[in-house]
């Protein structure tokens, strides 16, 4: 038999950036702690302060704790040099070592001698833990265990007690525990933490034959005969941390220890194959078991690379810190040599490196699990073993059968020899649903680099690929197992240029490649009705003529990541994957027209004023034709959907919704021009207000007296619930929980005047109230209905778990309505993972996007107090603001402002006045900075302006 053909290689196969010639090379512990010099300067403390222990103590102290500091600078500054954090964490522990025999040397020689000892004062010190596997992070615990022979001595517990106080003195977190040897093997019996702790227990000094004894002992009643229990333990273990965590590889602040395809399911791999296994040091661990040499090389890369991570971050902060937060992702991928690239953050890069080590580590974990369950299958029991075995059932597809219930090959010679086989498993499996066997993965992920460019241009392999994206009614979980085992981004190569990239900002929640799947999830989910979530786009599946070139745009909507224009680069990127795929020229144009027009919808409806005559026509021609429309909103709605949670809302569906109703009615009147779309809003608005009026019986004639745009820019609940307000007249200000949840719907109304709107804006800031929607309208006789969506600083409905933030609300905006705003300064929420992000701020003025208004964009980072600065610029400037579009995209806001000059009858400003505004803007949006870490990955990224969105 063939060896299997090696995997394709990845990013995983890259070393630390640091060129070779920097790199630092082998240590010895003897050139970093002369071991006895040490303890001749602790002898000669000893000797000099004989009359006063607590001086002699107090120096050896200060000795080990030097011998400590020294070793910790020499370990960062290798590791800054370019040292993997797997070298460091080994250079870290064996300092430790040094120290911990030292002072036991100390103590036993100078503090606590035992003339003769006897059989009750032995005692040996053994480490534990991850110190016991002889790698230690720069903050992390030291776990011992202080092994006796039988039962405690009072000069034991007093050695025992000495060494405690000091290891605590010079500043270590020391976890410890005092046990005979069969206490250790009882309590490994009962817990699996403690069993785990001690499969990786190792001698450090005092008695070597008691602490041999105690792991004969272990071995032969806690590990000899035990590993299917231990094996379920562990990944029962994994799936309880995996759950705690969000189950979730890919999203964009991990936590590198306990997340998913971090440390801890590296380590789990390690003690699984040591417990079966047997060895010592990791390689030796490691290449005793399962994995061909390939697999073992990727093993101690990602623990390099994972080490390396963890190592620089605790560092960095000082503590033991394993999260991966936005703060600290551009100072790590700096240390790490990342650097900026054309269309790509060092930051982004350094990321997709993490998630493809985490992805790596799931493909070690399935290959392990399909070698357990091909060595350890479970016998049958009872009357079981009488009855026959069911044999694996073959299925028509040669080579694929079902076994156990899931879904696998005959042997591995399958995927060799048709490459095709490793998109039909996922086929198959979707068809009879079922899991797919791991002996199956296993063999796929080592002939991977089969699937050639020759395999992909195949007739069948195009058919296949179509298949898998668009066969069945739940595309997602057969694209998400296609893409965790490495397959669809060899099938679709465009596709695997994103896999694990990331966006460095505070909107997005995933990675590309994971918000693409989603994305691709709710189109079903919309096609299909699931989810209470745009109707409307339900209603149009069954209206579209290309359902595949809708499914094809989703998932390739965003590859053009990375690549500079994202959307000139992904037209050109979904072309060619369109064109290997043998779509129609018709087809792949639309496909390509989706891919480059995937963010036109969402900002016209966000950013512009959708009732603006202008503005529909403007995106009626963009779009051209109802098919492109119906298809465009579809693919909008499933997109911000699959940002992140509480991304999508009513408010934007609503925006969404009438843009499309409004463009739909001027691509059916046949009139694109402004006057024809003009009176199709005038129609709808007229029709809006018929059935609300049918419905209530009235309306408020502060109602009837506002123009088109209110009308059809709310929809009939929303209307219902403003008249309910306004009818008994006068000021009102009133609010209620947006139906969608996530937002307070804030209702104001009373007389205009100069301000007004800078003062509301002005009074909910101070009271920590975020605007994240607006909507401002004026009635002819001068009074305004005003619109304000409202979260506080966590993200939430503001004052929904405190009805009394809300009374308060209500009464400060009625004292504004009375020209007696809040007073006072903004309280600033901009914390250390919002300081991280370089935000370019930029103002934009435009005299061509509305016949009657000057439109103002401003995009800046988000803090409280911001919309009301903004305003007042406007308003110092004599400008009346008609409609403000307020959206806030993480840490960056992007607002948009109709204004009209209040002292000259011209619909547009003159060029110096918009210069003198701009220059006004632009002081405002650049007057704070928030106070963020001063490292030099940071000062490096504000030389550059780095900014991307």
């Known amino acids: 038999m063939t060896s299997p ?21 082998k240590w010895r512990i003897a050139d970093i702690i002369d071991g006895r010099a040490l303890r001749v300067k602790l002898t000669a403390a000893a000797l000099d302060n004989m009359s006063t222990p607590q001086a002699a103590r107090k120096q050896a102290l200060n000795l080990l704790h030097g011998a400590i500091f020294r070793g910790r600078l020499i370990a960062q500054e290798r590791l800054q040099q370019g040292a993997d ?11 430790q070592d040094e120290v911990i025999h030292a002072l036991y040397d100390f103590t036993v020689t100078h503090v606590h001698r035992a003339s003769n000892p006897t059989e009750a004062e032995r005692l040996a010190i053994v480490a534990t833990g991850g110190y016991g596997r002889g790698v230690m992070a720069p903050s992390s615990d030291t776990d011992l265990l202080f092994l006796r022979a039988y039962k405690a001595s009072p000069h034991t517990e007093s050695v025992v007690e000495y060494m405690l106080y000091a290891l605590w003195d010079m500043g270590l977190k020391v976890g410890n525990a005092f046990r005979a040897p069969i206490d250790c093997v009882k309590l490994a019996q009962e817990d699996v933490t403690i069993k785990t702790s001690m499969l990786d227990a190792r001698f450090i000094c005092g008695d070597q034959a008691l602490a041999e004894e105690m792991m004969a002992l272990y071995q032969r009643e806690s590990i000899k005969g035990k590993d299917a ?14 759950a705690r965590t969000g189950d979730a590889r890919y999203v964009v602040e991990p936590n590198l220890k306990e997340g998913k395809g971090g440390l801890r399911d590296l380590q789990t791999l390690y003690w699984i194959v040591k417990h079966m296994y047997g060895g010592t040091s990791l390689e030796e661990v490691m290449k005793a078991g399962p994995f061909t040499d390939h697999e073992y090389a990727v ?3 990602a623990a390099r690379f994972l080490w390396t991570v963890r190592c620089h971050i605790h560092f960095v902060t000082g503590r033991p810190e394993d999260r991966l937060s936005f703060d600290l992702q551009p100072e790590i991928a700096a240390r790490m040599g990342y650097r900026d690239r054309e269309g790509q953050q060092g930051v982004e890069r350094f990321m997709k490196r993490y998630f493809l080590v985490a992805k790596d580590v799931g493909g070690l974990t399935r290959i392990l699990a399909a070698k357990l369950e091909a060595d350890h299958k479970k016998k049958p029991e009872g009357l079981r073993r009488f009855l026959p075995v069911r044999p694996p059932q073959p299925l028509p597809e040669p080579g694929f059968m079902v076994d156990t219930g899931r879904i696998s090959t005959a042997s591995d010679e399958v995927m060799e020899s048709d490459p095709l086989n490793m998109i039909r498993l996922f086929t198959i499996a979707r068809r009879e649903q079922k899991d797919i066997h791991p002996t199956a993965l296993t063999a796929l992920t080592r002939n991977l680099r089969g699937l050639t ?29 296609m893409n965790d085992a490495g397959v669809l981004g060899r099938a679709i190569p465009e596709f695997g240029s994103i896999v694990a990239q990331t966006q460095f900002n505070m909107y997005h929640h995933y990675t590309v490649d994971e918000h693409t799947l989603r994305a691709v999830e709710t189109i079903a989910d919309l096609e299909h009705g699931r989810g209470n979530v745009a109707p409307l786009a339900h209603e149009l599946f069954s209206v579209i003529e290309n359902r595949r070139g809708l499914y094809l745009a989703m998932l390739l909507h965003d590859t053009g990541k990375g690549k500079g224009d994202q959307q000139e680069a992904g037209m050109r990127t979904s072309r060619r994957a369109c064109e290997r795929l043998g ?21 016209t409806a966000q950013k512009r004023d959708i009732t603006d005559p202008r503005t529909v026509a403007t ?20 997109d911000i959907k699959a940002v992140g949670p509480a991304v999508w809302n009513a408010w934007k569906g609503q925006l969404l919704a009438d843009l499309y109703h409004n463009t739909a009615a001027a691509l059916r009147g046949g009139r694109t021009d402004e006057a024809g779309v003009q009176g199709e809003l005038e129609r709808r608005a007229e029709d809006r207000r018929a059935v609300i009026i049918d419905r209530l019986g009235s309306l408020p004639p502060l109602l009837l007296e506002l123009e088109t745009a209110y009308w059809t820019g709310f929809d009939e609940g929303d209307i219902a619930w403003h008249a309910g307000a306004l009818a008994k007249g006068g000021d009102v200000v009133t609010t209620r929980m947006a139906p969608e949840g996530g937002a307070v719907a804030l209702l104001v109304s009373g007389k205009d005047r100069t301000g007004l709107f800078a003062d509301l804006a002005g009074t909910l800031a101070r009271l920590g109230a975020n605007i994240v929607a607006a909507q401002v309208f004026t009635s002819r006789g001068g009074r305004i209905v005003d619109v304000f969506m409202l979260q506080d600083i966590r993200g939430l409905a503001f004052g929904a778990d405190d009805p009394h933030r809300l009374t308060a609300l209500e009464k400060a905006i009625k004292a504004a309505l009375d020209a007696k705003p809040a007073t006072g300064g903004f309280k600033s929420r901009t914390g250390r993972r919002e300081a991280a992000f370089l935000v370019q701020p930029s103002v934009q003025i435009h005299d061509d996007i509305s016949a009657d208004y000057t439109v103002v964009d401003i995009a800046a980072r988000d803090r409280p107090g911001l919309l009301h600065e903004v305003a007042e610029v406007l308003t110092e400037m004599k400008l009346s603001i008609h409609s403000a579009h307020v959206g806030s995209y993480g840490e960056r806001v992007f607002d948009a402002f109709y204004v009209r000059s209040e002292t000259t009858a011209a619909g547009h400003l003159p060029k110096a006045r918009k210069e003198a505004l701009k220059d006004r803007l632009m002081a405002v949006l650049s007057r704070e900075e928030p106070d963020g870490p001063q490292t030099p990955a940071r000062r490096l ?9």
């Open 5 to 25: 053909p090696k995997p394709p290689p990845t990013l995983l196969n890259q070393t630390i950036r640091t060129p070779a010639s920097r790199r630092p090379g």
């Open 85 to 95: 954090g797997l070298d460091t964490a080994r250079l870290l522990a064996a300092v």
């Open 229 to 242: 229990q231990f094996i379920a333990d562990k990944l029962a273990e994994r799936d309880a941390r995996h």
């Open 299 to 301: 093993f101690i890369r």
């Open 453 to 481: 460019q020759t395999v992909r241009e195949m007739p069948e392999a195009r058919a296949l690929i179509l298949d898998a994206i668009l066969g069945g009614k739940e595309p997602g979980p057969t694209l998400r197992r």
């Open 583 to 603: 779509l129609p020229g018709e087809e792949t144009d639309l496909v390509v027209w989706l891919v480059g027009h995937h963010l036109e919808m969402s900002e």
């Open 619 to 638: 995106f009626a021609r963009l779009v051209g034709s109802l098919e492109r429309l119906r298809l465009l909103y579809i693919l909008t709605v499933a």
């Open 941 to 949: 990224r504000r030389s550059r302006a780095v900014d991307s969105f």
